[in-house]
């Protein structure tokens, strides 16, 4: 980034740090004594016993690099209120406990900040502009910092994902400027902070084995098998077996290693999360929920042998379906698979450079959320943060990124549940949106619109579903009866949009033609 642009970039990570402070007498969520907790685990245990201590429904359960990082919070906590990291003490939330924790999660967003600083590094000049508000470093900053999904979900729920996605993007960044170690080193250090981000390490895989391992292409572009480098596969071996052998080494010495696996992978949990993710298995739930309602009136099922609705009751438990098959976590390892394949498939035999690789990423994230076992509404972000980065270079990346991430960010409300954040999600939505829209739009004027008229209608019937879920539906006598309508209904809705970025992003990588020129490269 230019030495000029300081400034303008300065002004708006200072501009979001300040948003993030008046958020901090928000409303939190569980996960706000989820990381109590772990502070009182790592700051009172020994490490031996991290892993099995229970006295808290809210185990530890992210990998041990999280665990040693909330360790390290744990000595600054208690300066602040020791009571905070006694074990025994659940739901503790002293003032003093909240401020701690609230702004340790602004003070780690600075890795955010730098990792999205070197990404607009990454951003060349093709388009310049006049006008900073048209420049595309410019529209990807305020797409990343300002990101709408993050704020509400780090900043109100009560998350640590700005950190970690700090260490994603600038990961990306490194492989970008060709710092192809770098950007391993840091990869591996993530996947050890939470586990969800092996989601993307497919994308990692192939695209260092293809452009970092083999030094050379043909001229067709076609793969040079001849220039494999040992010493390159050696070091990005050495590289992720050291920092393996940092995180897990102390527990397989202790005999602990099953355990922190089965922490990390509760597979007991069930196909879907309380409130279903808006991706195919909320499709094929509802579907289920929709067969056994007509089955019970046509009287081909006997409603005594039918279980109780609990997926829509709230817990989070093992479910099985009434008409459809029910699935099971191979089911779903095996879908993922199937539906990861092809990208990664494009990213070897089409490679594109950094762009295929973001390609390759966004894909696997997607692919993950769309068919993973018990995954998280918030997993979403895992998609809409590096696609961000492809939306400023292509008009039809723009138009798949504004219906993933204006559906994706929709998908999150009803996280925010209660009466005083309504305002703030839906002022911090519509600020965000309104804004992507328009920065794009302004950024490819001269290409065609980026949304044809169904999307355009399938966009704004979001508008009515929140008036009907927020206003409509608490003042019906169905809130009684049925409380679990309005998380369906956006849930479903909400899987239609996505599915359809995820089908629309994929025809657009496997139907793209490769330059002679991309495929020298």
């Known amino acids: 980034m230019a030495a000029g642009g300081r400034g303008w970039f300065r002004a708006l990570a200072l501009g979001v740090s300040f948003l993030k402070c008046l ?61 905070m990291l006694v074990v025994e003490n659940l739901n503790y939330a002293s003032r003093a406990t909240i401020f701690f924790q609230r702004l340790s999660v602004i003070f780690t967003d600075t890795l955010f900040i730098y990792a999205v600083h070197e990404c607009c590094r990454c951003i060349n000049g093709k388009r310049a502009a006049k006008d900073i508000l048209e420049k595309p470093t410019f529209i990807l900053a305020v797409l990343l910092l300002w990101n709408f999904g993050l704020l509400i979900v780090d900043h109100i ?36 902070f939470k586990h969800i981000y092996m989601y ?23 793969l040079k098998w001849r220039s494999f480098s040992f010493l390159h596969v050696t070091l990005l071996g050495l590289i992720v077996c050291l920092v393996s052998a940092l995180s897990l080494g102390p527990f397989l010495v202790l005999g602990q290693l099953p355990q922190v696996i089965s922490r990390l992978f509760p597979f007991k949990r069930g196909l879907c999360h309380a409130y279903w993710a808006p991706n195919f298995w909320a499709l094929y739930n509802a579907m289920d929920k929709a067969l056994t309602v007509l089955g019970l009136k046509c009287n081909f099922l006997d409603g005594k042998k039918i279980p109780k609705a609990s997926m829509t009751g709230g817990l989070v438990q093992e479910f099985q379906h009434t008409v459809l098959p029910s699935v099971t976590p191979l089911a779903t390892l095996i879908c993922t698979f199937i539906a990861i394949l092809p990208s990664v498939f494009c990213l070897w035999f089409k490679p594109q450079g950094p762009r295929g690789f973001l390609q390759c990423l966004v894909l696997c994230a997607l692919s993950s959320f769309m068919f993973g076992w018990h995954v998280h509404e918030k997993a979403i972000l895992l998609t809409i943060l590096p696609l961000s980065l492809l939306s400023i270079q292509r008009p039809k990346d723009a138009g798949i990124y504004l219906i993933l991430a204006t559906t994706g960010h929709f998908s999150l409300f009803p996280l925010l549940f209660t009466p005083p954040e309504l305002p703030i999600k839906i002022l911090l939505m519509l600020l965000f949106t309104v804004y992507s829209f328009s920065s794009l739009k302004s950024l490819f004027r001269r290409e065609k619109p980026l949304l044809n008229w169904l999307e355009t209608i399938y966009l704004i019937q979001l508008v009515p579903l929140e008036i009907f879920c927020e206003i409509i539906f608490p003042l019906t006598p169905w809130k009684q009866h049925f409380p679990f309508v309005p998380l369906l209904l956006t849930s479903v809705y909400c899987a239609l949009g996505i599915t359809y970025a995820w089908l629309k992003l994929y025809v657009s990588v496997l139907t793209e033609r490769i330059s002679v020129r991309q495929k020298a490269e």
């Open 157 to 192: 729920h009560f998350q640590y994902n700005g950190f970690l996605f700090g260490l994603m993007l600038l990961s990306v960044a490194r492989l970008c400027q060709k710092r192809y170690l770098e950007g391993a080193l840091l990869f591996a250090v993530l996947l050890h």
């Open 200 to 222: 993307v390490a497919p994308a990692y895989g192939v695209y260092l084995l293809r452009s970092y391992c083999f030094t050379a292409n043909n001229a067709d572009g076609s």
């Open 23 to 83: 958020l901090i007498p928000a409303y939190y969520s569980t996960d706000f004594e989820v990381h109590r907790n772990w502070l009182a685990i790592t700051h009172n245990l020994p490490l031996s016993q991290w892993y099995y201590e229970e006295t808290s429904e809210w185990t530890l359960d992210y990998p041990p690099f999280f665990a040693w990082f909330e360790y390290a919070l744990s000595h600054i906590a208690k300066y602040f209120d020791p009571q």
